[in-house]
């Protein structure tokens, strides 16, 4: 029919228009790709899905989705087809970012929601409405009473309101697409969660659809609220399953131990210091949903530096064997740049604070300690000496915090750390990062003893100068990055603080609202830029040690990937220079270098 032939030449019309903004950003910017498609691309048939029936627009929107995914998999560069081929990294990759997926929907998923959304929001603005409180509404066609029968929607029939709609003129085209849709909708919810629907709005009956029977209240925002209803049902379902994966599967710990800051960088800009180049972001993306590594995938089982040791489909041994964990300072790159992320967030929030404080032990600390080399004597430097809120019981109210970063391994994700698993108090077991970070302070302490031995004399019975002045600062905290951007409770605390002390400066006078608003958009931007500095700098590890596999663990292959390292250090130089662009000048945070050397 017309309505039909129309919505096609509308989805050839934005099939059109998404494969031209794909050729040209899939070569330039894969990032820039996947945040104009997440943004915008994705959003270009929703009102389609609001004003024409479902049974109309199934079709083009059939067509309109085709074309998303294969926009969507081209945004993947080489970890497209990886992802595509996954069916837990599909079902991930629909589910919204605060579910820990990448927030790409279905728009023919979506129509039926849209449709008697729209629907409940316009039709009871049509008829004279009474209220509880006696008073009057009046509608704007009146002409439609005899379609819905008069009063149907007074307050007081809220639990009828479409009673007269799906009887006496059930035979009308909006009828059997209102009643169709509305009965799809509890009828997929029922099969996700394997029984009728009880609670939440698709529990009300189609005649009263929009209305919340447990206060007899319409809904305001009735799509939204059916959309969240699905979306947390489904991924409930799909964490029951990847629960059940074998533990050396890594989509299990990916998904697991997901947090806000993980999954931060997909909803990031490519902005001035903030830029994911095309192979780092096809790496990001598969890491993210513990898939195999697109730039591994040519080399998978050679030997590492000629050892018995071999390279596996994700590329977690580049990361974790014992001749490249710091080879070329690469894991000393990306503490610093996690580092260097901080302290730049800290001086914007205009709190004090010292990098690498080699100052906290010169009382204590005999001539031969500052003789030793940098990599030893940083052992008890912390990272950060953080001035802490007025009246913190220490020197200087400083509170002391060190970055560690941890990658997949059996020894750092066992399976009751991933899991949360209940111990026999029923407490479940920490995150992984938190498990570390819940080690930095008893590490401190043992350095400081080692260093009261080797270099003041003190016995082992006795508490050292060393010991004693760390114990003025209390404990040590780790503010550790996981393997797939997660952080620990440290990390979130702090940036917490950071973005209250920022919105408190700047909060009002950068558009926003109100204080609370200030400081949840500050808290969400701190998050993306050190889960891009985290994502991203682990994946140029993971590249980088390619050089060390196979024929490129040779003086030869060493040579030709030499450019390699050079442009990648250039290229780090330079987002670090586009990142303090127009603030402080600040030298790029690297060993031996800049603020944080030596």
């Not at 049902?233 to 806000?260: C, F, G, M, N, T």
């Not at 990098?355 to 003789?371: G, I, K, M, N, T």
């Not at 060390?548 to 990648?568: D, E, P």
Request: glycine fraction near 8%.
């Amino acid at each position: 029919n017309y309505v039909r032939q129309v919505l096609d030449a509308k989805a050839d019309e934005m099939c059109n228009a998404t494969q031209t903004i794909q050729n040209a950003l899939s070569p330039v910017s894969l990032h820039a790709l996947h945040a104009l498609t997440h943004y915008s691309v994705q959003c270009h048939a929703d009102h389609l899905c609001r004003q024409v029936y479902p049974s109309d627009s199934r079709a083009a929107l059939t067509k309109i989705d085709a074309a998303l995914a294969e926009c969507i998999k081209a945004s993947h560069g080489r970890g497209g087809a990886i992802v595509a081929a996954d069916p837990i990294a599909q079902r991930r990759l629909r589910l919204p970012i605060r579910r820990f997926g990448l927030g790409f929907r279905s728009r023919v998923d979506l129509a039926d929601a849209a449709f008697v959304s729209a629907a409940c929001a316009a039709l009871p603005t049509m008829l004279k409405r009474r209220t509880l409180h006696g008073g009057t509404i009046p509608g704007f066609l009146p002409a439609l009473e005899p379609v819905f029968g008069a009063g149907a929607f007074d307050d007081a029939n809220l639990l009828q309101r479409f009673q007269g709609l799906l009887t006496t003129s059930s035979a009308l085209p909006l009828a059997k697409e209102f009643d169709g849709a509305w009965t799809r909708l509890q009828h997929d919810h029922a099969a996700t969660v394997g029984r009728p629907t009880t609670s939440g709005p698709l529990a009300a009956p189609v005649e009263a659809a929009g209305v919340n029977v447990a206060d007899l209240l319409p809904y305001a925002k009735l799509q939204k609220a059916i959309t969240k209803q699905r979306e947390d049902d489904r991924a409930l379902q799909l964490e029951s399953e990847i629960r059940r994966l074998p533990h050396d599967d890594p989509r299990k710990a990916a998904y697991l131990v997901a947090d806000r800051m993980g999954l931060s960088w997909a909803r990031t800009w490519p902005t001035a210091g903030l830029k994911i180049g095309n192979s780092d972001f096809a790496e990001i993306v598969t890491t993210t949903f513990g898939l195999a590594s697109p730039a591994c995938a040519p080399f998978v089982g050679q030997s590492i530096l000629k050892s018995p040791a071999t390279l596996d489909p994700h590329g977690h041994i580049l990361l974790s064997h014992n001749q490249l964990v710091n080879r070329d300072s690469a894991r000393s790159t990306m503490h610093d740049a996690l580092l260097f992320s901080l302290s730049e967030a800290l001086h914007e929030g205009g709190v004090q604070h010292d990098v690498e404080p080699r100052f906290l032990f010169a009382a204590v600390a005999p001539p031969s300690f500052w003789r030793l080399a940098p990599t030893t004597s940083s052992q008890i430097i912390p990272d950060l000496a953080v001035r802490g809120p007025n009246g913190t019981p220490t020197p200087g109210n400083k509170e002391l915090h060190d970055v560690k970063t941890i990658c997949h391994s059996n020894t750092r994700y066992k399976e009751a750390w991933v899991t949360g698993r209940r111990d026999a108090r029923g407490v479940p077991a920490a995150k992984p990062v938190d498990v570390r970070a819940s080690h930095v302070s008893s590490e401190y302490i043992s350095h400081a003893r080692h260093f009261d031995r080797t270099h003041v004399g003190t016995s082992s019975s006795t508490t050292g100068p060393f010991e004693q002045r760390l114990a003025e600062f209390g404990q040590v905290q780790g503010l550790v990055f996981g393997h797939y951007g997660e952080c620990s409770s440290s990390v979130r605390a702090l940036v917490r603080r950071i973005a209250k002390e920022i919105a408190l400066k700047t909060g009002l006078h950068e558009g926003a609202r109100s204080i609370p608003e200030a400081i949840a958009a500050q808290t969400e931007r701190l998050y993306r830029t050190l889960s891009i500095t985290c994502h991203r700098e682990r994946a140029q590890i993971v590249q980088a040690n390619l050089m060390y596999v196979g024929n490129g663990s040779t003086a030869n292959g060493v040579q030709r990937n030499l450019h390699h390292r050079q442009a990648r250090f250039a290229a780090r130089r330079a987002a670090y220079r586009d990142h303090t662009a127009g603030g402080p000048s600040v030298s790029p945070p690297f060993r031996g270098g800049g603020p944080f050397g030596g």
